[in-house]
């Protein structure tokens, strides 16, 4: 199982809104074939497994170890149930059950209808966590959120500009830069506030490592985006919640939303809408404390410089014990789990 945990996770931020599945198959205890869901629309994990056993007959002494339950719907491919009963697998092992309303269940009910040994729950909170994106737009109904910042040692964000020829602050090494990049490529969204867009003018793409482009989204209450904006270069698609009309242009799609009522909650449903199964959200300030404030997060990281400021623009500060510590280069991860999220 830890093994179709290690194949599932190379789906990542290309499977998108489905989950991430590995799939392994042992005959005598020796795997004798692997698999993973490796882009959405195409194979799951079960079929790309069983395509590489080289004999089928093996298939019927054989067990199929899956770290979510097999589905049993119709989607973008067949039932992967179907398909283990067609192949007479014997044994099944499943990490966790799929709380997704069209499978919930019904996948293991198909298989122990038809004979299949099946056994549930190995692993089950660490399958669950790999997929905490997609269990979380289920059961919440919005993207899973993650919070991310850089610091300097004595906690600010940036230095101050005025006394910088108004450039920002590089607080960050090389390797953090890369692993944001990295971490860009694995969400279905970057979002940062007005603010940022206007003073930083960022592109938000991936860049320094391969992958796919997160969607952009930003606010724009009052029209004080400027048409130059980076965001706005059509590399990527982007989306800008603001008042008055929807319409799309070449560039970005312009959402209408009421400022005046939980307007992050209103994006969020909408991303969710748009089956965005996660928000990258890369601030400023003002934004990632609005989340706080709402106790719309679900994981927040802090990569914190050795560097010292000694003044400037402060980091959130936000009343979390629960954590984990890796340095990135000269670098310090912390990483923060809300186990209360709305």
Request: with cysteine.
């Amino acid at each position: 199982m830890r093994r179709c945990l290690e194949l599932a996770e190379k789906g990542a931020g290309r499977v998108a809104p489905n989950p991430m599945v590995g799939c392994v198959i042992v005959r005598n205890d020796v795997i004798i074939a692997e698999g993973y869901h490796m882009q959405y629309g195409g194979p799951h994990a079960e079929v790309n497994a069983i395509r590489h056993v080289a004999d089928e007959r093996a298939l019927r002494e054989s067990t199929l170890y899956v770290n979510l339950e097999p589905c049993a719907h119709f989607g973008k491919t067949p039932p992967c149930a179907d398909l283990i009963l067609e192949k007479k697998i014997p044994y099944v092992v499943i990490g966790c059950m799929d709380p997704n309303p069209q499978v919930q269940g019904k996948g293991i009910h198909r298989l122990l209808q038809n004979g299949v040994d099946v056994k549930v729950g190995v692993l089950e909170k660490e399958a669950q966590f790999l997929n905490r994106r997609f269990f979380t737009g289920i059961r919440e109904q919005r993207p899973y959120i993650v919070l991310k910042w850089a610091q300097s040692a004595d906690g600010f964000i940036d230095h101050n500009r005025d006394q910088n020829n108004g450039e920002r602050a590089i607080v960050s090494s090389p390797e953090a830069h890369l692993l944001v990049h990295k971490w860009r490529s694995e969400e279905a969204a970057i979002m940062v506030g007005t603010n940022t867009v206007i003073s930083d003018d960022p592109q938000l793409t991936v860049r320094l490592t391969e992958g796919p482009n997160p969607v952009r989204v930003t606010f724009d209450r009052r029209n004080r985006i400027p048409h130059e904006a980076k965001i706005l270069d059509g590399t990527s698609p982007t989306i800008i919640f603001t008042e008055g009309a929807h319409y799309t242009t070449e560039r970005a799609e312009f959402i209408p939303i009421d400022f005046s009522a939980h307007p992050l909650r209103q994006a969020l449903a909408i991303l969710h809408e748009k089956k965005l199964l996660s928000v990258l959200v890369e601030g400023g300030t003002a934004i990632l404390n609005k989340f706080f404030e709402e106790n719309l997060w679900d994981e927040v990281r802090v990569l914190v410089s050795p560097k010292e400021f000694g003044g400037g623009v402060k980091a959130p500060v936000f009343p979390v014990t629960d954590f984990s510590t890796e340095n990135v280069g000269p670098d310090k991860l912390y990483r923060f789990y809300n186990r209360d999220a709305d």
